[in-house]
Nanobody
């Protein structure tokens, strides 16, 4: 049974930090590209960050608005992908989802809320 379980969300003040984790099981993690998406109320889901199989710097990409503030990483030993979010802004408020995909196969987590507010 495939599972992607996000954790680490919550309420944080502007300028603060959070670290999201996505624990994967039920598939061969190191064969899948991992991505973080987010969706704010009334908006479309958007791709925040992506990391390839080997976590080489060339395989990492970010949404322009989070470059320099967010860092994606993966641990293929523990089947987990992370999103370190620093210098958070109110506009980062959204539900964050992790996704694993390989070719036509795609799995999603259930999402976790991140709220940036004073």
């Amino acid at each position: 049974q495939v599972q992607l379980v996000e954790s680490g969300g919550g309420l944080v003040q502007p300028g603060g930090s959070l670290r999201l984790s996505c624990a994967a099981s039920g598939f061969t993690f190191n064969q899948y590209v991992m991505r973080w998406y987010r969706q704010a109320p009334g908006k479309e889901r958007e791709l925040v960050a992506s990391i390839g199989l080997s976590a080489h710097v060339a395989s990492i990409n970010y949404l322009d608005s989070v470059k320099g503030r967010f860092t994606i990483s993966r641990d293929n030993t523990n089947n987990t992908v992370y999103l370190q979010m620093d210098s958070l802004k109110p506009e980062d408020t959204a539900k964050y989802y992790c996704r694993a995909f390989k070719g036509l196969e795609s799995y999603w987590g259930q999402g976790i809320q991140v709220t940036v507010s004073s």
